[in-house]
């Protein structure tokens, strides 16, 4: 598809690289090694979206300046690296097309230490803007081994694509305190990790000092695959609205295969170990002297086992660059947080694709005992209708003359006996309620991705529910963009026996949940969640849920039954064990749909997927159900008018051309498509 699309368009005149969209800018400054650019940017907690295009020079009163949404600094590693100090930066802007930016650089502890610097009135041509970095690291750990980074006012994620989003800098001044001290004498640090059978395993890992400094993880940590770039830490965010728990003020961490060396400065150290919600997690101090090796065992404990009752876990949507010599280390990685199924996802867009996979089908899976990496695609994928994922494929299939009648690529998929359904439901994110009024009645996608980033988006799906659609939910990730690998995932109910084929089987017969933490038993009459009961008219049906929650994580704090997406019953009252049980008799008059869903105190949820109980028709809420069709008619009819605005496209720097071709030539299919999904909408109207 890639070779005909966009020959010579204007976005080829930046030589971009990698899912970020990343640039080499052509503008120095003291003690900077590189400057660089990116489309779409993810560094020290400043997400930044170059909507109005990459950096270009301009000469401003004789002096050479940049005019950008968003630039990072490489600081010269001669000048600074790897230090613990205050570093001062003197900025100058031309005021006259800059209001101020934001700022966020490699700092010890803090991990996204965002802040935004707005410049007062003035009619002066030029701004002086000092910024003091307080505890300074510049260790290159930034996106493309960047040290800090500078965004126009609404050059982020979440700033309005009418607003500023350029900046104009024409000098910069970095000055070092020179008050890092230096670390002194070391000793080794010999660190094993074990499982609850005593066997070494993957985990992820926490190390540090008495200033909440990390040291830099030595080779012996695993490789994170992190955009391009490959790298040995990670860090956990906290600018997001739910901010995923960790025992300490500094959030990076890294991975180990279970076992890891390393040369630390003599001191006193805090080590943390985790490896997903079934383990406790295991805090610990550890005293390395000088010239000595101190040898740590940790001995992980499971709160839970949940493939000994017939549960495995998956990741609906990772995202890592793979060829063969990869698997063992993302394996590793995915083990380390304890998710048995990965869908690894190969991302599309009208132009070209990203994270890609070596091999589909089963050569393309790579298996360690009960842990497999599957590929996928999340794709066809844009803010037209939304974006995608598709999983256990056997070979892409990726149609420029109809990349957007997704229906026909879903099909495609099927008949390979892969799944399609949206991606970002949890949070509403590319006009995805306008791919799913379309697509959902016409039995195009079988499951919504309904946990992401700590959000449950449940209204959407709940509709459809109420409209006597089947839908599955799933969860997943979305690493690197947004939670840790595992932050997010489905349970699948497998039985005794675990393979990858059976997780698929189990997971489209819906016998899953979704969660971030809390565990769910769901049965109604003794049937498990994904059932279909038929019962009398008049008769009724027992529900028996429960849930329980890591106390590590936090404390449970709510489990409720929902019935056609009402609360009919809760339990609040956790016992001393962080469990939560909830029995009800629910009388049955006509067809319902009935899910279990928990909360902990602050962002810890999980929800089942349904019970479908009829008594001979649908299980749909009828009183619901003209107003529900009537809004997706009215979303149906946005795409009379809908135009391709790059602006709304995640990689906007690539694919403005190809999707404005597209959609000119495919909307009146699109639009067919459209009359036979609202003709289903309106038979629901007609119905007594």
Same mark, same amino acid.
């Given at each position: 598809?890639?070779?005909?699309?966009?020959?010579?368009?204007?976005?080829?005149?930046?030589?971009?690289?990698?899912?970020?969209?990343?640039?080499?800018?052509?503008?120095?400054?003291?003690?900077?090694?590189?400057?660089?650019?990116?489309?779409?940017?993810?560094?020290?907690?400043?997400?930044?979206?170059?909507?109005?295009?990459?950096?270009?020079?301009?000469?401003?009163?004789?002096?050479?300046?940049?005019?950008?949404?968003?630039?990072?600094?490489?600081?010269?590693?001669?000048?600074?690296?790897?230090?613990?100090?205050?570093?001062?930066?003197?900025?100058?802007?031309?005021?006259?097309?800059?209001?101020?930016?934001?700022?966020?650089?490699?700092?010890?502890?803090?991990?996204?230490?965002?802040?935004?610097?707005?410049?007062?009135?003035?009619?002066?041509?030029?701004?002086?803007?000092?910024?003091?970095?307080?505890?300074?690291?510049?260790?290159?750990?930034?996106?493309?081994?960047?040290?800090?980074?500078?965004?126009?006012?609404?050059?982020?994620?979440?700033?309005?694509?009418?607003?500023?989003?350029?900046?104009?800098?024409?000098?910069?001044?970095?000055?070092?305190?020179?008050?890092?001290?230096?670390?002194?004498?070391?000793?080794?640090?010999?660190?094993?990790?074990?499982?609850?059978?005593?066997?070494?395993?993957?985990?992820?890992?926490?190390?540090?000092?008495?200033?909440?400094?990390?040291?830099?993880?030595?080779?012996?940590?695993?490789?994170?695959?992190?955009?391009?770039?490959?790298?040995?830490?990670?860090?956990?965010?906290?600018?997001?609205?739910?901010?995923?728990?960790?025992?300490?003020?500094?959030?990076?961490?890294?991975?180990?295969?279970?076992?890891?060396?390393?040369?630390?400065?003599?001191?006193?150290?805090?080590?943390?170990?985790?490896?997903?919600?079934?383990?406790?997690?295991?805090?610990?101090?550890?005293?390395?002297?000088?010239?000595?090796?101190?040898?740590?065992?940790?001995?992980?404990?499971?709160?839970?086992?949940?493939?000994?009752?017939?549960?495995?876990?998956?990741?609906?949507?990772?995202?890592?660059?793979?060829?063969?010599?990869?698997?063992?280390?993302?394996?590793?990685?995915?083990?380390?947080?304890?998710?048995?199924?990965?869908?690894?996802?190969?991302?599309?867009?009208?132009?070209?694709?990203?994270?890609?996979?070596?091999?589909?089908?089963?050569?393309?899976?790579?298996?360690?005992?009960?842990?497999?990496?599957?590929?996928?695609?999340?794709?066809?994928?844009?803010?037209?209708?939304?974006?995608?994922?598709?999983?256990?494929?056997?070979?892409?299939?990726?149609?420029?003359?109809?990349?957007?009648?997704?229906?026909?690529?879903?099909?495609?998929?099927?008949?390979?006996?892969?799944?399609?359904?949206?991606?970002?439901?949890?949070?509403?994110?590319?006009?995805?309620?306008?791919?799913?009024?379309?697509?959902?009645?016409?039995?195009?996608?079988?499951?919504?991705?309904?946990?992401?980033?700590?959000?449950?988006?449940?209204?959407?799906?709940?509709?459809?529910?109420?409209?006597?659609?089947?839908?599955?939910?799933?969860?997943?990730?979305?690493?690197?963009?947004?939670?840790?690998?595992?932050?997010?995932?489905?349970?699948?109910?497998?039985?005794?026996?675990?393979?990858?084929?059976?997780?698929?089987?189990?997971?489209?017969?819906?016998?899953?949940?979704?969660?971030?933490?809390?565990?769910?038993?769901?049965?109604?009459?003794?049937?498990?969640?994904?059932?279909?009961?038929?019962?009398?008219?008049?008769?009724?049906?027992?529900?028996?849920?429960?849930?329980?929650?890591?106390?590590?994580? !936090?404390? %449970?704090?709510?489990?409720? =039954?929902?019935?056609?997406?009402?609360?009919?019953? #809760?339990? *609040?009252? $956790?016992? @001393?064990?962080?469990?939560?049980?909830?029995?009800?008799?629910?009388?049955?008059?006509?067809?319902?749909?009935?899910?279990?869903?928990?909360?902990?105190?602050?962002?810890?949820?999980?929800?089942?997927?349904?019970?479908?109980?009829?008594?001979?028709?649908?299980?749909?809420?009828?009183?619901?159900?003209?107003?529900?069709?009537?809004?997706?008619?009215?979303?149906?009819?946005?795409?009379?008018?809908?135009?391709?605005?790059?602006?709304?496209?995640?990689?906007?720097?690539?694919?403005? !051309?190809? %999707?404005?071709?597209?959609? =000119?030539?495919?909307?009146?299919?699109?639009?067919? #498509?459209? *009359?036979? $999904?609202? @003709?289903?909408?309106?038979?629901?109207?007609?119905?007594?």
């Amino acid at each position: 598809m890639t070779g005909v699309l966009l020959a010579g368009s204007s976005a080829l005149a930046h030589e971009f690289s990698g899912a970020h969209g990343t640039v080499a800018v052509d503008w120095t400054a003291p003690n900077i090694s590189r400057v660089i650019s990116s489309g779409y940017g993810d560094s020290f907690g400043m997400e930044a979206w170059a909507r109005m295009g990459f950096p270009e020079p301009v000469e401003v009163d004789g002096r050479q300046c940049i005019d950008g949404s968003y630039l990072l600094f490489d600081v010269d590693d001669d000048f600074a690296f790897d230090i613990d100090e205050t570093v001062t930066i003197e900025f100058l802007f031309d005021r006259t097309r800059s209001s101020g930016f934001w700022i966020s650089y490699d700092r010890n502890v803090i991990s996204e230490p965002l802040q935004e610097v707005v410049f007062d009135d003035s009619d002066e041509q030029w701004q002086m803007q000092t910024v003091t970095l307080e505890r300074a690291r510049f260790a290159n750990r930034g996106e493309s081994g960047s040290d800090f980074g500078i965004a126009a006012p609404d050059g982020l994620w979440y700033g309005d694509p009418e607003k500023n989003h350029r900046i104009v800098l024409c000098d910069l001044e970095i000055s070092r305190a020179n008050s890092t001290v230096s670390p002194g004498e070391t000793g080794e640090l010999i660190l094993t990790v074990n499982d609850e059978n005593g066997k070494t395993t993957p985990a992820r890992v926490g190390l540090y000092d008495e200033t909440g400094r990390m040291p830099l993880p030595s080779d012996g940590a695993l490789t994170i695959h992190n955009y391009d770039d490959r790298t040995k830490q990670v860090f956990l965010r906290e600018t997001h609205g739910k901010i995923a728990p960790w025992p300490h003020d500094n959030r990076h961490f890294f991975y180990t295969d279970g076992e890891y060396s390393a040369n630390l400065p003599a001191g006193t150290y805090t080590l943390v170990v985790s490896k997903g919600p079934e383990y406790l997690l295991d805090g610990t101090t550890v005293e390395i002297s000088e010239g000595d090796a101190t040898t740590v065992e940790v001995s992980l404990s499971r709160w839970s086992n949940m493939p000994a009752a017939g549960w495995y876990s998956g990741d609906d949507h990772v995202h890592m660059t793979r060829t063969p010599a990869d698997n063992a280390s993302i394996n590793a990685v995915m083990r380390a947080e304890d998710v048995h199924v990965t869908n690894l996802l190969q991302m599309g867009n009208p132009y070209d694709t990203h994270f890609t996979q070596y091999a589909f089908g089963t050569d393309g899976r790579y298996l360690q005992g009960n842990h497999a990496l599957v590929p996928g695609v999340e794709d066809p994928r844009t803010a037209v209708r939304g974006h995608t994922i598709s999983m256990n494929i056997r070979e892409v299939f990726r149609p420029a003359d109809r990349y957007l009648r997704y229906d026909q690529i879903f099909g495609a998929y099927r008949e390979q006996g892969g799944m399609s359904g949206y991606a970002h439901v949890a949070g509403r994110l590319f006009n995805v309620e306008r791919g799913l009024a379309l697509d959902v009645p016409l039995g195009a996608i079988e499951f919504v991705e309904v946990l992401q980033d700590g959000v449950l988006e449940t209204e959407l799906w709940y509709e459809f529910l109420n409209l006597g659609f089947s839908l599955i939910p799933t969860a997943g990730s979305d690493f690197p963009y947004l939670s840790a690998p595992g932050g997010e995932r489905n349970y699948v109910y497998v039985g005794d026996k675990f393979s990858v084929d059976s997780w698929y089987a189990s997971l489209r017969d819906q016998r899953t949940f979704v969660t971030n933490g809390p565990l769910l038993e769901f049965t109604v009459d003794g049937q498990p969640m994904g059932s279909h009961i038929q019962v009398t008219a008049g008769g009724e049906v027992h529900v028996r849920a429960t849930a329980t929650l890591k106390p590590d994580i !936090e404390k %449970l704090d709510r489990i409720e =039954l929902v019935v056609h997406g009402d609360v009919v019953a #809760r339990s *609040d009252k $956790a016992t @001393a064990d962080n469990s939560l049980t909830l029995d009800y008799t629910i009388d049955v008059s006509s067809g319902i749909w009935v899910a279990v869903r928990a909360y902990g105190v602050d962002q810890a949820v999980a929800h089942t997927a349904p019970v479908y109980i009829t008594t001979g028709g649908g299980f749909e809420k009828s009183a619901a159900i003209a107003a529900i069709a009537s809004r997706m008619i009215a979303r149906l009819g946005e795409f009379d008018s809908v135009e391709a605005d790059a602006r709304l496209e995640l990689e906007s720097w690539s694919v403005a !051309e190809p %999707l404005n071709n597209m959609l =000119l030539e495919q909307k009146l299919q699109i639009l067919e #498509r459209v *009359d036979e $999904a609202r @003709a289903v909408y309106v038979r629901m109207l007609d119905q007594p």
